[in-house]
């Protein structure tokens, strides 16, 4: 076990450039989860930190010790790779046996051996696949195998590339809730890669949010979801994703094209964009009582997700043509019907600075808008809405 | 309903169909016709080799010939010794082929460096400049070296048959093997070297086993350079069953039939026992390189 | 809406008793679709839902007449098409793959299908491509090669050439696998409002039970080739016809444990007894929705199996614990509120209204009712 640092971590991947520059310092025995899309430079963080790929700039700092000239197989770091790489030639248990038998970990009797092997299969529930070969094994005794084959011998650092991404949903949500339960993981240093934002909420002690081989926030669960940094971030989790509706600030108040008006900061101005989160939404028919963000609108489509609705409003008061996605638990509401979105300010974020109006495909390749605060009730004594 | 299969928009009978049947009918006899023939001249006598008709009384009097020391007296070469110093060249050339070319490929497939594709292109090349290009001064160099008329000189020079194979196609299947077995092998405290050894080696097995059967293949049926490297001491099979053509007088056209199907034997009964693997083993250094 | 697109009217789509054995020397005979029945009204959008291997491909397939039909009947309307090849059945088919011919522009992508029937002249196929082209925004999009498109687009460009024909039914095969979460969602709406606004007799497949719960108006849920339960999705997901469905459909996966019942209620695992709705006795299967569970403190009063918390995830939105029964064995997932309200080694009591607690036979796995 051993504190990680990445100290302006620099890669290529062939000629391209995939990282830029990676700060972050992970604490001993914590479990960081780096969060991105495909492309974002995941698996290539996780490489330089093996001594797979090299880095082209900056350093790799395990237990205080700069890791530059450093062979893979004397960093004492154990790896799952999204592609599992279990050795299709070898049984499980030897797949297994394999860390063990290197004798550059350490040296065990054939009976250690044993011993490390058969806690690991227990742990993992694969005692009765011992024998079997890769190909005989489902994705998910794949997964569990190849997380074995970390777990059974003693590292500093333990580094999983998306260990839970090829298993179908209902297999992902139950071993989530394993890997919480080993212990394994909770007492030694540990980077998980994902793009699943729930695997990081869950996982996470800290999440790194990376885009395009940059760090975009570093901060525990709660502080990504309670203040993202941009609205890369705040769109990265939670599904369905947060709605941002365009709006203008001018003089401490922000309004969208179809006129609802919110107090902002007054240093903030020019175009911007206001967040809610769908669940943040409480939906009600009709008309309300004034006070909080309050949006009218019709319902287009009312889909189920379970036990949950989700619902398409398209909105009077946001902008011409604009739909706001929001969820409520209320089985009744139908489509066509009117109703009241509403929230209390605090859960409105205001983004600026990206100059970009989000469109259906907004992907990431434009400026995303900084979130510089909350919205607030209006100051003035206009109305909420028109 | 009925419950016959039935095949929505499919063809039955079609005079197409019957007339592109026909036409495969016809090129497969055409093509196998050579072959045919080679088998009747080798059970003809002497006195009925130049004669068309079909019908004749066969004799395996030929091949005992040939296997016999009555083949030295007409061509001055023993055939069961150039059979023997063929199998023991296109071994030895295949041998030291893998010696070379398997941790070749593993290179070839695994890293790109600074003339990494110029080194391979070069390789390639040796298999499709002519032969003859390079013969003379070859022959030349050979005298020199006192390597002309001996099995490791034929061996030497078998090495433009068959490294160029073995190294392309193992450096295909080596570049179907997922990099991450061997980065996982390294985590797991293993050297490169260990790492090739005990987790890349095994897995293309079978590539190895295909390219060297299809090198042996080509390095028994080279004909060109022991023609012109090797004399009356070690010729291969492929020179010496052209001794029974002659140079002095009479040609032996029903003994060079004979010569030639025993020299094709050991290759034939090797793609023939191996077929599938070796279709395999083509096609999977076809699609991807 | 252009006058181009109204001819086709949507049609009704009947499955009866629809069969396919694949045979292949040497091996035994495989029984993938066995026995499908399903009446679809017209206009209606059907989910074909279920894990691979199920037969909702090969049902597909054999409607579309890409795949033979062992027995059975496939009727369009009032006309029988088991026989007939596929150009000649009406049907618009949305591949899983997209399909689009990549030397082709997008416009010549849709005009293919027009343009192989010989049917139409050129002035007519230009314009009825362009009346679906806006249709679907895609317009802009109308002179790029596929190569050029972002996946949603060319989810997009999949769906327009599958409805350029103008159709009577519309055929999908897992039309949103290629697109990640956001995109999902977005294509997922936009495909259900056109479906609503075009009227087309729309078949979806797909192995996703969250897209077949929003998309349908009614879903099949298929398991080793024969339909497990047809209905809409509130009944598929409120009354699971057996333990397979509830066990597919649904997330965070249902619960189940088994249970014995007696006058009313059923004791969980032995850890404590929750109400239910059936008269059910003896053995029985029980069904609960980490939804409609909720963990109250142990000393709570009232029923309800206790419990101890091992794993508590926070999402932020909602949190997930895992829960042990007390008496060992029998592991629940329960729905809570956002924030850490719970931690592990908490003692609690599960606890579930009496209508939502599902009871199973424990042998056949089929409802009870």
């Known amino acids: ?94 797949n297994l046996a394999s860390p063990l038998r290197s004798g550059r970990l350490g040296t065990w009797t054939e009976a250690e051996r044993a011993a490390r092997i058969d806690a690991v299969t227990t742990t993992l529930g694969i005692d009765h696949l011992r024998e079997r070969l890769p190909k005989e094994l489902s994705n998910g005794q794949r997964q569990r195998t190849a997380l074995g084959r970390v777990l059974v011998r003693p590292a500093d650092v333990y580094l999983l590339d998306e260990p839970l991404s090829h298993l179908d949903a209902k297999l992902r949500a139950t071993m989530r809730a394993e890997l919480r339960r080993l212990g394994e993981f909770s007492r030694t240093t540990t980077v998980y890669v994902t793009h699943d934002y729930q695997e990081a909420l869950a996982l996470g002690d800290r999440i790194g949010v990376l885009r395009g081989g940059r760090l975009v926030q570093v901060g525990t669960p709660a502080e990504l979801w309670d203040a993202p940094h941009d609205t890369f971030v705040a769109r990265s989790l939670g599904q369905p994703e947060m709605n941002l509706l365009p709006a203008r600030a001018d003089g401490g108040v922000a309004i969208t094209g179809g006129g609802l008006a919110v107090g902002v900061d007054t240093d903030v101005s020019g175009p911007v964009e206001l967040g809610v989160r769908p669940r943040d939404l409480t939906v009600t028919a009709g008309q309300t009582h004034p006070g909080g963000f309050r949006i009218r609108g019709r319902v287009e489509l009312a889909e189920r997700l379970g036990r949950s609705v989700e619902l398409s409003v398209r909105t009077e008061g946001v902008g011409p043509g604009d739909t706001l996605i929001a969820v409520t638990d209320d089985p009744d509401v139908r489509e066509g019907t009117s109703v009241t979105l509403s929230t209390e300010h605090t859960r409105v974020h205001v983004f600026a600075g990206g100059g970009r109006a989000p469109g259906p495909e907004g992907d990431g390749r434009a400026g995303h808008a900084h979130r510089v605060g909350n919205a607030r009730p209006r100051t003035d004594s206009e109305g909420e809405q028109r | 309903m009925a419950t016959r299969e039935r095949r929505p928009g499919s063809r039955r009978f079609s005079p197409a169909a019957a007339g592109a049947d026909l036409l495969l009918v016809l090129w497969f006899a055409f093509s196998l016709f050579p072959i045919l023939w080679m088998i009747l001249l080798s059970l003809k006598t002497q006195a009925e080799q130049t004669s068309t008709y079909f019908r004749f009384t066969p004799t395996l009097e030929n091949y005992t010939t040939v296997l016999s020391s009555e083949g030295e007296r007409i061509t001055s070469v023993d055939f069961t010794g150039a059979l023997f110093t063929s199998l023991v060249t296109s ?142 001491e070690n010729p291969t099979v492929t020179v010496a069953v052209t001794r029974f053509l002659g140079g002095g007088g009479q040609a032996y056209y029903n003994l060079t039939a004979a010569a030639a199907l025993l020299a094709a034997l050991p290759p034939l009964l090797v793609a023939l026992s191996i077929q599938r693997y070796l279709v395999h083993g083509l096609s999977f250094g076809a699609v991807k390189s | ?55 909702k491909t090969t049902t597909l397939r054999m409607i579309a007449g890409l795949e033979s039909v062992t027995s059975g009947s496939v009727r369009i309307g009032e006309r029988e098409v088991g026989d007939l090849p596929p150009g000649k059945r009406d049907i618009g088919v949305g591949f899983e793959s997209y399909a689009l011919y990549p030397p082709l522009s997008v416009r010549e992508n849709l005009a293919y299908g027009l343009r192989a029937r010989r049917s139409m002249p050129d002035a007519r196929i230009r314009e009825r491509v362009e009346a679906v082209a806006e249709r679907l925004e895609v317009t802009d999009l109308l002179d790029l090669r596929p190569a050029a498109l972002s996946s949603g687009q060319k989810q997009r460009v999949a769906l327009a050439r599958a409805l350029v024909r103008n159709p009577p039914v519309l055929l999908l095969d897992e039309p949103l696998s290629h697109l990640d979460a956001g995109q999902r969602q977005r294509v997922r709406r936009e495909l259900k409002v056109l479906q609503r606004e075009f009227g087309y007799t729309t078949i979806v497949v797909t192995h996703d039970q969250l897209e077949a719960l929003s998309l349908a108006d009614r879903m099949a849920v298929m398991d080793g080739g024969t339909i497990q339960q047809f209905g809409t999705p509130d009944e598929v997901f409120d009354r699971p016809a057996n333990r397979f469905v509830a066990d597919f459909v649904g997330e965070p996966a249902i619960n189940l444990v088994p249970g014995e019942a007696a006058d009313g209620a059923v004791d969980v695992a032995g850890a404590g007894r929750l109400p239910v709705t059936v008269a059910a006795s003896g053995p029985v299967e029980l069904g609960l929705r980490p939804q409609d569970c909720r963990l109250s403190a142990e000393d709570t009063a009232g029923e309800g199996p206790a419990a101890t918390v091992e794993v508590l995830e926070d999402l932020m939105e909602f949190g997930l614990a895992t829960v042990a029964l007390d008496g060992g064995g029998a592991r629940m997932v329960v729905q809570t509120e956002g924030g850490a309200s719970w931690s592990a080694g908490d003692r609690c009591r599960v606890q579930a209204p009496g209508e939502r607690v599902h009871v199973f036979a424990p042998d056949t796995g089929e409802r009870l009712a």
């Open chain 3, 1 to 55: 809406m252009s006058a181009t697109m109204e001819q086709g009217t949507a049609r009704r789509l009947r499955l009866a008793d629809l069969h396919k054995t694949y045979r292949s020397r040497g091996r035994e005979a495989f029984a993938a679709v066995r026995g499908i029945d399903l009446d679809i009204e017209p206009g209606e959008m059907v989910a074909l839902l279920g894990p691979s291997g199920c037969g």
């Open chain 2, 91 to 232: 071994l030895g050339a295949v041998a030291l082929s893998l010696a070379i070319g398997v941790p070749a490929a593993y290179a070839a497939g695994r890293w790109a460096y600074r003339g990494s594709g110029d080194v391979m292109f070069t390789i390639l090349s040796f298999r499709f400049a002519p032969e003859l290009m390079v013969i003379v001064p070859l022959f030349i160099i050979y005298n020199q070296l006192g390597l002309f008329d001996t099995a490791f000189g034929t061996i030497w020079v078998l090495q433009l048959v068959t490294l160029p194979l073995i190294v392309w196609i193992l450096r295909s299947y080596f570049q179907d093997l997922p990099e991450e077995l061997e980065q996982a092998a390294l985590l797991d405290g293993y050297t490169r070297t260990r790492a090739f050894l005990t987790v890349a080696l095994p897995l293309v097995r079978p590539g190895i086993a295909a390219s060297a059967l299809l090198a042996f293949i080509f390095a028994w049926n080279n004909y060109v350079f022991p023609l012109i490297l090797t004399g009356s």
């Open chain 1, 1 to 94: 076990m051993s504190t990680l640092e990445l100290r302006g971590l620099a890669a290529r991947y062939g000629k391209k450039p995939v990282l830029h520059g990676l700060d972050v310092s992970v604490a001993e025995g914590e479990f960081f989860v780096l969060l991105g899309p495909s492309g974002a430079g995941k698996t290539t963080t996780l490489k330089c930190v093996a001594g797979l790929v090299d880095r082209t700039e900056g350093a790799v700092v395990i237990g205080g010790r700069d890791m530059a000239g450093v062979e893979p197989y004397e960093r004492n770091v154990a790896m799952a790779f999204e592609s599992y790489a279990l050795y299709p030639q070898k049984t499980v248990a030897d």
